[in-house]
């Protein structure tokens, strides 16, 4: 994907951290590439960006398309899921109205826009190209064993339930071993990372014959990496979505993994009767999986300690470190230094390795 | 579906145990219902069909759809999958021919037959049905934790690997308690169950955030009955189809287990780089997995021993009695008298509820 991109982000009505979680992590992510943020209550409130998402500062809200057009998008990004899942009517004036202005639209909607006869017609009109991120590519398959004996090493990310912070930890992790120059890509299975890497297949849309295999794939396209970060999805144990997460985590066959895990929550979210199990029993069953077909060891847990003061956030990767005897660190908050130094040890990556790719 | 169907089961030139399971199938629990196989060079071979696939006795062979015509078939079934996957040119004449004739068609491939345009407006033409039995319904969803308080129990099957005979287990396990009196119902989740049971939801076919969802909805409409037997697909440690299997042991929230196994089998088939478990050590790891969120024991191993000798076949299931500790036998050998014997213990089905039941 050509990295042109402006992107004029619609969050309309919904903009905060935990209601508008692409729009946030887009802005965290590819500031240098958000036009505005399109959204009338927030526009009419006043408030600056980074009051609202933490992160963003000098980033303008906009109220209507008009306005937004002036930041010069090249892209309408549905950066929120509307409830229940139709799209409202206020919406469907807005996308229309960024078709009929030149811009392509990006959406992770389980709603195909592409689909919508309305939409289709507007861009085939307009000669504007409409991303429906959550569709899979048309030559998905079931695994084929091809990643067995690549030179790439593979980094997979489980963690004890979903909505945690993993994509939030991949994207950390690539990036800091990016910086200490090793050729390092994550790899999007979210609608969200989609949009960041500008790469990669919504895994919970694929048919699930072919999740393992969708994973295999990803994997192999990049087989000229030295490392890649797979983004995860779920948890094993996840009373939904485990089927998606176990197939990741053997579709990637990974020769390490970082378990991802919120100090605060006690059970599954959304599914209260369930509770999470203790990290250490969470870890041990998600090697007792990898072993069966291509062993793998956990190597570090990533914290996500969002809302907690500093010193509970210490004390629970403190407390974590001395139950699991692996590094533990939120990559916000104390940065990603301890899950590279643990990747780079675990996966061997040699000093002269890392030389002669951070020299090309 | 109404009980008035008389299967025409189309194996042009495959028909054999391996070649046409699903014809093979059909015939050993439907028998009744097909009319005849439709294969022109079996019919011309003039072998009887218990001599091709070890049932069917007495079931004519026809080599044109005019001479099935005779035999008063209501549909056309595809009783075998195409090499490659495209649709030979003679198999869309006879379905062409069949359809002209006023007969519906089922089809278990992954090439949807009703979206055929040419099959699509012969169909609509002569107002049959074409049921292409992978396709999803249009209403599952993720799992919604329904299943929890039932009085329904519930036993799923597992596998140490795919095409293994948890199908004909679940069958032989689901009519073998119906024989001893039990509410008993077979939950169809692939092409050939679907045909056999008519419903259920090919699995493999859902999209993956659905899996476990699936499995629920299938277990809720029978909530009504004693005991539901969920066909399994694959095993937890399938480098392919590892996440089908997980999603669906977590979606059908069994009480119990039944793992089947291949005794002279030491590899995933069509998978020779990745060597079988242990059995006893495959019932733990599904066990560990099923502890995290809805605890199940095994309580029986089923053998699939075709192609082996009679004293092979006892020793064998012997030894994994031995071993596991668990009874152990092949229901089309041995027939299914200890599985039915340790699911009614492990359920704790009451004879009096059991005479209550079978007295309605």
Redesign the interface.
């Known amino acids: 994907m050509a990295r042109k991109r402006r992107m004029m982000i619609l969050t309309e009505g919904r903009l905060g951290i935990f209601t508008a979680k692409t729009a946030t992590c887009l802005v965290r992510y590819c500031a240098d590439e958000v036009a505005c943020i399109l959204d009338s209550k927030a526009a009419r409130a006043g408030k600056p960006l980074e009051e609202l998402i933490g992160v963003g500062a000098g980033l303008p809200i906009v109220s209507t398309v008009a306005e937004g057009l002036t930041h010069k998008p090249t892209q309408l990004v549905i950066g929120i899921a509307p409830v229940g899942g139709a799209l409202p009517a206020s919406w469907r004036k807005i996308i229309l109205q960024c078709i009929d202005a030149g811009m392509d639209v990006v959406s992770g909607l389980h709603h195909i826009l592409g689909e919508d006869e309305e939409f289709a017609k507007a861009a085939k009109r307009r000669k504007v190209r409409i991303w429906d991120v959550r569709e899979s590519p048309a030559d998905v398959s ?4 091809r990643l ?1 004996d690549l030179p790439q090493r593979r980094i997979a990310l489980v963690g004890s339930d979903c909505n945690m912070g993993k994509m939030v930890t991949s994207v950390e992790l690539d990036r800091g071993l990016r910086a200490a120059g090793y050729d390092s890509e994550f790899i999007a299975t979210g609608q969200t990372g989609i949009m960041i890497a500008g790469s990669g297949i919504a ?7 072919f ?3 969708a994973i295999e794939q990803l994997c192999w396209e990049r087989r000229k990496r030295q490392v890649v970060i797979v983004e995860g999805q779920g948890s ?13 985590l ?2 990637s066959m990974p020769h390490a993994i970082v378990y991802q895990h919120v100090p605060n929550r006690t059970h599954i979210y959304h ?1 209260e ?2 509770p999470l ?1 203790p990290v250490k029993a969470g870890i041990q ?1 998600v090697e ?2 990898t072993a ?3 062993p793998s060891k956990v190597i570090a847990v990533s914290l996500n300690t969002f809302g907690m003061t500093d010193a509970d956030a210490d004390r629970a990767a403190k407390k974590l470190e001395d139950e699991t005897g692996l590094p533990a660190e939120d990559p916000i908050r104390h940065g990603s230094a301890k899950l590279v130094r643990a990747a780079a040890d675990a996966l061997g990556l040699k000093p002269a390795q890392k030389r002669a790719r951070a020299s090309r």
């Open positions: 079931v695994a084929q064993d067995r895994i919970d849309h694929v048919i699930s014959d999740v393992n295999g094993v144990y996840h009373p939904a979505y485990s089927g998606v997460t176990v197939g990741m053997h579709g599914y009767k369930f199990m069953l007792a999986l069966a077909i291509y």
